[in-house]
């Protein structure tokens, strides 16, 4: 009789139902894994065996053979070990009860014992949308995929449990569901109340943080770019439900062990060395990159200048189309990728142009070259060009936390804003403005009177390509909404001409 179990794995981030059929046959006493197993799967058979014997059964000397379907996806995961097992338990009528509405995931131990898996949040959800009822799993996956509803999942610790509750012997215990809770945990980011002035670059991390908006932070060495970067993380507000599992699915498919469901925005910060599969993503086992790893959260690219060119020009499709696919001889992925990108970097080589501590000594030959070194295509795709001067010592007396506005009070006004902008933008799946196409700012957007002439003789005056006019037109509409307003006035208009590259280089 040919035993079977269902199992799932994930190609990119798209869900594959596996049947596991397991049948035993006379022959030399062996396992034999079938349907393009990868050297990893081979492994488990080993596993597999040994977990069996240590929870006393008997292995069969006959020939046992394991079929995985759909045998045209390459399987790599130890994730059905699990399935594998309680097939061969069946075949060997250990266990006697109909499985057919179960799904099980998780690697085994030589003894049993079931170790965490990857991908187990979108696994479970997979696995309720193929129509299960049921999901066995390793309980050190359990806080991870408590959110989800709808489907009943029985986190176990060894694989004894499922065997002893199969016999009539103690019944497995339903996960609990846990509701989402928005987390405003900030981890080790700089309250902005702390940082003395910067109050312009505050202001843009604000409207960037409101509208998601990329950033170009320009200065000094030592002037607090990265500082001021991180401290945006402060002031984002926090994941919903549907964004935090995003997040989550992408961080519990990669190579990073998680053990909750993550409900902070990311912020990642790559070394400019990172290579180009670490940045973009790809690689043997087809992991998301830094790129994707920053979904819904920001991209910070310190030293934006020493960044590997093919890298940077990478990143043009992502900031565009908020996803990146990754094409390989075996077939295309495409993973999420909806970051802020935050880039900050030096005026010069030397870093001191334009400063009044210290006296630039670049040539202007040397000017024209490092500045070849910021990518075009990046250019073209900041919204926001900031200078931050170091601060003035003499001054930092005169400020006090009192002075300045924390980044609970920044994160009250930018959540505000951002909730303005859902209520426009929800009809056409957008969240920020910054998602806007040109089509939409036309429809959506409306300016003052005063504000289109000024728009007008804007665009005239600074030759404004049509990119650089609809930006414009996107940041000042972010002012609007921080200013709890929809309409795009002069004030704000004009504010956002303040953020333009050609007042930077
Ligand atoms: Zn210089």
Redesign the pocket.
């Known amino acids: 009789m040919i035993a079977r179990t269902y199992t799932a794995t994930t190609h990119g981030l798209e869900p594959v139902k596996i049947e596991v059929e397991v049948d035993s046959n006379r022959g030399t006493p062996t396992l034999v894994l079938i349907g393009l197993a990868t050297k990893a799967v081979e492994e488990s058979k080993e596993r597999i065996t040994s977990a069996l014997i240590n929870c006393g059964i008997r292995i069969r000397s006959r020939r046992t053979i394991v079929n995985l379907a759909p045998a045209d996806i390459r399987k790599s995961s130890p994730t059905f070990e699990l399935a594998i097992a309680i097939g061969m338990l069946k075949m060997y009528k250990e266990i006697n009860i109909n499985t057919d509405d179960t799904i099980f995931f998780g690697e085994l131990s030589l003894s049993g014992e079931l170790k965490s898996i990857r991908g187990a949040l979108p696994l479970v959800i997979a696995a309720r949308q193929m129509g299960f009822k049921k999901v066995i799993l390793p309980a050190a996956n359990k806080k991870e995929v408590a959110i989800i509803s709808g489907i009943t999942i029985y986190p176990i610790k060894h694989l004894q449990d499922y065997l002893i509750f199969s016999k009539g012997g103690k019944p497995l215990v339903k996960l609990a569901n846990k509701k989402f809770k928005p987390n405003h945990l900030i981890g080790d980011s700089t309250d902005f109340k702390d940082i003395y002035g910067q109050e312009n670059v505050k202001r843009a991390l604000t409207i960037s943080a409101a509208g998601g908006h990329n950033v170009l932070l320009i200065g000094p060495p030592g002037a607090g770019k990265s500082l001021l970067a991180k401290a945006i993380s402060s002031i984002l507000p926090p994941l919903t439900e549907q964004e935090a599992i995003e997040v989550t699915t992408i961080y519990s498919i990669s190579h990073n062990k998680i053990t909750d469901l993550i409900s902070c925005r990311p912020f990642r910060a790559p070394h400019h060395t990172t290579s180009y599969v670490g940045l973009i993503g790809g690689g043997r086992y087809l992991k998301p990159g830094e790129i994707s790893l920053a979904h819904r959260g920001i991209l910070f690219l310190d030293e934006f200048t020493e960044f590997d060119r093919h890298s940077l020009e990478t990143l043009r499709q992502p900031l565009e189309d908020r996803t990146i696919t990754i094409i390989r001889a075996r077939g295309s992925v495409t993973y999420p990728a909806a970051f802020s990108l935050i880039v900050a970097a030096n005026p ?6 334009g400063s009044l501590q210290k006296i ?3 040539s202007k030959f ?1 000017l024209n070259r490092y500045q070849k070194k910021f990518s075009g295509p990046i250019l073209d795709r900041i919204d926001l060009f900031v200078r931050v001067k170091p601060v003035n010592l003499k001054k930092i007396s005169d400020f006090t936390s009192n002075n300045q506005s924390s980044s609970a009070q920044i994160r009250n006004q930018v959540s505000l804003a951002r909730n303005i902008q859902i209520e426009y933008l929800a009809k056409i799946n957008c969240t920020t403005n910054s998602e806007l196409t040109a089509k939409q700012v036309q429809q959506k957007l409306k300016l003052s009177p005063a504000a289109t002439q000024l728009l007008m003789k804007a665009s005239i005056n600074l030759n404004l390509t049509a990119r650089g006019y609809f930006r414009l037109i996107k940041v000042a509409q972010t002012i609007a909404n921080l200013n709890q307003k929809t309409r795009i006035s002069k004030l704000h208009l004009a504010e956002a001409l303040q953020y333009r590259q050609d007042n930077l280089f």
Request: net charge neutral.
């Open positions: 010069c080589q030397c870093g001191w142009q630039c000594r670049c040397d």
